[in-house]
């Protein structure tokens, strides 16, 4: 019998030696420095390799997986150098007292690429769907202004009047398409910059104000409360979101509808209820609105689905009001802050007389002192005459860039590069780091910015000390 045992156990060697070179997943057997000692004939596909690392594209990805004892291998999916993708399973053996390793690669290159196939179709859908988004927003408005301008040739000196209702109406719709250029910069740029504190307060205001015409249609009753609550975020890209709930509820409503906004706090959320009285058909609007702002519903036009985005990035939602019919817009509550820029002193520098002088103007209406420069250099003799609070400048300018000039800031004058604010029409922002106000800028864009920087200073100098 104890002669038998050790042609047994040969045999069990044989047997494994075999069906480890007969294995169609490629296996390896490497010492416990990572040099491989032996291989299967499927692995001898991937070449004459004597350490294992060599096989991979990231090998410091591998050999730290290798310090760890290959704990969590199976989990991973590794490139090799030949490009293709495994999933490795390692288990320890001893040969003759010795101590190895042996992996097994398994080929996932096939189910890999399919993936990826996949996701590169969902993502030329997504494209497609928001080029036709843009197309159907954007054809209308075109149309008119084409028609227009053709009529005003044809009519070679029309009357003054004539001559002003059709610019206002051109105006209309020339505003209509820069709304879509701003929602598509709107989805570029989600979640550049800090977040400052927004009045609910004076957020539905300026909707209102600023969009008083679209929403005539409606009888708007506000319900705001002694207290004022805050949120946390972009003002101009909020007043984005509720401006496009609003009108969008105007298109459904009858002429007259009343309709009620009710501000409220609950936990740390600040609620905005939307409820129509009177309305026997409110509920049936309030779900067809509910649907067109979901993030997978096919009916969405470019408007809800730059709202939804941007909601979704302040971490608010759009849900049933409750108790309902109505719509609920929800959103992080936020204390108000201390901090109010005014009485700030700004330097503001571009290379267009024109956008200074309205800057400036701009600027000055908010309560600023502003100072306008048409160059990177001259910029930098104004800041060396005198103290500034903050720096507005534009990307593309003559000679050193908005980023040169912010460069040399942050060099000579430190505490002001943080306080350094960009501002360009180039679709391609500067870097995460940097400020960034896309133009066309309004006023209220101008006074975030400022808010933003200075409440984000102050929160620095607080953090240091």
């Not at 416990?32 to 594209?57: C, K, P, S, T």
């Not at 207290?227 to 496009?244: F, K, M, N, P």
């Not at 600023?368 to 800041?383: N, P, R």
Request: glycine share 8%; net charge negative.
């Amino acid at each position: 019998m104890g002669e038998r045992e050790p042609g047994a156990a040969s045999r069990q060697r044989a047997l494994e030696a075999a069906l480890f070179d007969a294995s169609p997943a490629m296996q390896l057997l490497c010492d416990l420095d990572g040099h491989i000692v032996a291989r299967n004939r499927a692995a001898g596909a991937l070449g004459d390799i004597e350490r294992l690392v060599e096989l991979f594209d990231k090998p410091q990805e591998f050999e730290a997986l290798r310090a760890r004892n290959y704990l969590g291998a199976d989990q991973t999916m590794f490139r090799l150098a030949c490009g293709r993708q495994v999933i490795v399973a390692a288990a320890p053996v001893v040969v003759d007292t010795e101590r190895f390793w042996q992996l097994v690669l398994h080929d996932v290159t096939t189910h890999a690429l399919v993936g990826d196939d996949r996701q590169v179709a969902r993502q030329l859908a997504a494209v497609g769907r928001l080029g036709r988004l843009v197309s159907n927003e954007i054809t209308s408005p075109l149309a008119v202004l084409l028609g227009r301008i053709e009529l005003l040739q044809t009519l070679g000196s029309p009357p003054p009047e004539l001559l002003a209702r059709h610019l206002t109406v051109m105006g209309e719709h020339a505003r209509r398409i820069a709304t879509v250029v701003q929602d598509l910069d709107a989805l570029a740029v989600q979640g550049r910059g800090g977040l400052a504190p927004v009045g609910l307060r004076e957020l539905i205001e300026t909707v209102c104000d600023e969009h008083a015409a679209s929403l005539s249609r409606l009888n708007l009753r506000v319900q705001l409360g002694t207290e004022d609550l805050y949120t946390s975020g972009h003002a101009h890209r909020l007043q984005q979101v509720l401006a496009t709930l609003l009108i969008q509820l105007a298109g459904h409503l009858s002429q007259g509808a009343r309709l009620s906004i009710a501000v409220s706090a609950v936990d740390n959320e600040v609620l905005l209820n939307l409820v129509a009285h009177a309305s026997p058909r409110f509920a049936e609007v309030c779900r067809r609105m509910l649907r067109s702002w979901s993030a997978d519903s096919d009916s969405q036009d470019l408007g809800a689905a730059v709202a939804l985005s941007i909601l979704v990035a302040h971490g608010g939602r759009l849900e049933r009001a409750a108790p309902g019919p109505g719509l609920c817009l929800a959103l992080p509550r936020r204390q108000p802050s201390s901090d109010v820029a005014e009485g700030l002193r700004v330097l503001f520098v571009d290379d267009d007389p024109s956008v200074v002088a309205t800057t400036l103007a701009m600027l000055d209406s908010l309560g600023h002192e502003a100072i306008g420069v048409g160059s990177a250099e001259a910029a930098l003799t104004s800041l060396a005459e005198g103290p500034f609070d903050a720096v507005v400048t534009d990307l593309v300018l003559p000679g050193l860039s908005g980023l040169g000039l912010r460069g040399i800031i942050a060099e000579r004058w430190p505490g002001l590069e943080a306080r350094t604010i960009l501002v360009s029409g180039a679709r391609q922002p500067p870097p995460e780091s940097v400020r960034f106000v896309p133009k066309p800028y309004t006023r209220a864009h101008l006074a975030e910015a400022l808010e933003q920087v200075l409440h984000e200073d102050s929160v620095s100098e607080v953090s240091a000390s």
